[in-house]
């Protein structure tokens, strides 16, 4: 249910990071964004989903 809350890239992010186990700089290369950015954008959809859980 949390996962659903997010928008369709965060989905993107987490579904290339976590199922598919890309690196960070190949979903860089996907999104066209680099992998420092790609690792900034994790964190904070993972900090999201905790605090999702947290409230939940």
Known sequence: PLIAELDDRE???IHLRFVEEQTQSQIGEVL?????H???LISRIV???RAGL???
């Open 47 to 49: 900090a999201k989903l």
């Open 54 to 56: 947290v409230t939940n």
């Open 38 to 40: 790609v690792s900034r």
């Open 11 to 13: 989905r993107q992010i």
């Open 32 to 36: 066209g964004c680099s992998q420092m």
